[in-house]
Every structure is written in structure tokens, then in C-alpha cells.
């Protein structure tokens, strides 16, 4: 056997589970996932008008992404007036995320990424079952901001900040 084949294996992992994230002024993936009802959503046609957010999230109903989930839960009001539609992504099953969803009562649709095509089309990295917690927020269908060290109690409020600027 080769001795520099798994570290070549090794390499290629990284690489896969680690893209770098889509830029500022790209356009929202053309990507399709299952919402935790099991509909499927395609990203780039629901996010082609006015504002969206799409924040990836590690686990559903962990401590973390449960404070991430609920910061934007609370302000959802001052999110929806200024016209934002919000999009959770894991890569929890859809019945994780009908439960997340349920549990804490968000208001907002919650895709199932168990597959991560819709983390690798953002670039975000993924690892063991697990997404890095990033936000990207998009006007008509272009990316304006993103956050690759999302907060998870703040996440709204960083949102919203960056609407403030944004005008």
C-alpha cells in the first residue's frame, strides 16, 4: 500500500467539508431542500425578492443553536417589518427540524440539509454530522452580508444592525 494514500484521503476531506464561503454580491444558490413539513423549497426562487436570511446552525436543540434560533424567534416582528424571510439550515432530518421548530415555536421554515448540498453551495464547513454556524443575509437575490462566526444570541440583533445600514 501506497504510505502517502491516506494522507492524501485526509487532504481531499478537508477540502471537501471546508469550500470557501460564497462572496459578497453573489447570488443566492439555485438549491433545493425539504422545509421541516418535507415541501421543497428552492432557495433561490423564494429568496429572488426583497430580503432573506439563511443561517446555518450545527444541531437542532442543542444549547447553542437553540439561543440562535430563539434570538431570531424574538425579533421576528422587526425582522418580517422590514420584510426579511428567514431560512434555518442544518443537517438534522426533517422530522429533527418539525421538532425544533415545534418545540420552540419558530416562526420561520427550517431546511433539512441531510446531505449538506445546500452547506456546500454556500461554502459553509461541515464536519461529523455537523454545519458551522454562519449566517448570509441577501437583498433580491444577491448576498449583502455575511457573518462566518455567527452569534447565537445576538444573531438577530447583527441582522437587524446590518439592515439599519443597509438603509
Excluded at 447553542?64 to 425582522?79: H, I, P
Aim: proline share 5%.
Amino acid at each position: 500500500m501506497n504510505p502517502l494514500r491516506p494522507i492524501a484521503a485526509i487532504i481531499l476531506s478537508i477540502t471537501t467539508m471546508s469550500a470557501a464561503p460564497i462572496e459578497t454580491g453573489s447570488a443566492l444558490p439555485a438549491i433545493t431542500a425539504k422545509d421541516q413539513d418535507g415541501k421543497e423549497v428552492k432557495l433561490a426562487e423564494a429568496g429572488a425578492k426583497g430580503w432573506t436570511l439563511v443561517y446555518f446552525y450545527p444541531k437542532a436543540d442543542t444549547p447553542g443553536c437553540t439561543k440562535q434560533a430563539c434570538s431570531l424567534r424574538d425579533s421576528y416582528a422587526a425582522l418580517t417589518d422590514k420584510k426579511v424571510t428567514v431560512f434555518g439550515v442544518s443537517v438534522d432530518t426533517v422530522e429533527a427540524q418539525k421538532a425544533f421548530k415545534d418545540k420552540y415555536k419558530l416562526p420561520f421554515t427550517l431546511l433539512a440539509d441531510t446531505d449538506t448540498k445546500v452547506a456546500d453551495a454556500f461554502g459553509v464547513p461541515h464536519e461529523k454530522g455537523f454545519a458551522k454556524r454562519q449566517a448570509y443575509l441577501f437583498k433580491d437575490g444577491k448576498l449583502v452580508w455575511l457573518d462566518l462566526e455567527a452569534s447565537t444570541d445576538q444573531q438577530a440583533a447583527d441582522v437587524l444592525k446590518e439592515l439599519e445600514k443597509a438603509g
